[in-house]
């Protein structure tokens, strides 16, 4: 397992703190409005929670950490060089990804453009992503903006 993560303490840094801080830390379980009412806890985490878990915030930082981890080999799966793209813009590209969800990801303008070498046309196809449930939600146009700012920042580099 390739993991850029798991080699720079900075990067796995700079991914928890962007992610973390747009998905917000509830450390209950509750159902989760926005995604059908499905258990959620941490930072968005819904794999295998069940209403009323609880956690420290630390227990949720190094789920959030092992989540990202996990997501990045999704990512990096439909990336055809992924070590190439600079480290902010991969960043940015995680927080999209674990959001939205690998396969949406892999199917997305931002990794075609990705793949044909246009990262910073990639960047600017993150905004698109500003919708749940088939309407804009502040929230996410929000998201999208920090996240394409920092992508940005990774192309000017």
């Known amino acids: 397992m390739n993991s850029r993560l798991k080699k720079s303490g900075a990067l796995m840094a700079a991914a928890v703190a ?7 830390l509830r450390t209950v379980a509750y159902p989760d409005k926005l995604a059908y009412g499905i258990p959620t806890v941490c930072f968005g985490e819904t794999r295998g929670v069940k209403l009323g878990d ?28 992924p070590d190439q793209v600079p480290a902010k813009s991969y960043t940015a590209f995680l927080s999209v990804s674990y ?4 396969g949406a990801f892999c199917r997305s303008t931002i990794a075609r453009r990705a793949n044909a070498g246009d990262i910073r046309g990639a960047c600017n196809a993150i905004p698109a992503w500003n919708k ?7 929230g996410l146009v929000n998201r999208r903006a920090e996240e394409q700012r ?7 580099g």
Request: aromatic letters at 6%; one cysteine or more; hydrophobic letters at 40%.
């Open 54 to 81: 609880r956690y420290t915030v630390d227990e949720c930082k190094a789920m959030l950490g092992d989540a990202l981890v996990e997501f990045e080999q999704g990512m990096r799966k439909c990336l055809k060089a």
């Open 150 to 156: 920092i992508c940005l920042e990774g192309v000017a």
């Open 132 to 138: 749940a449930g088939g309407r804009v939600v502040k």
């Open 18 to 24: 962007l992610v973390g801080s747009w998905e917000g």
């Open 99 to 102: 959001n939205i969800g690998t």
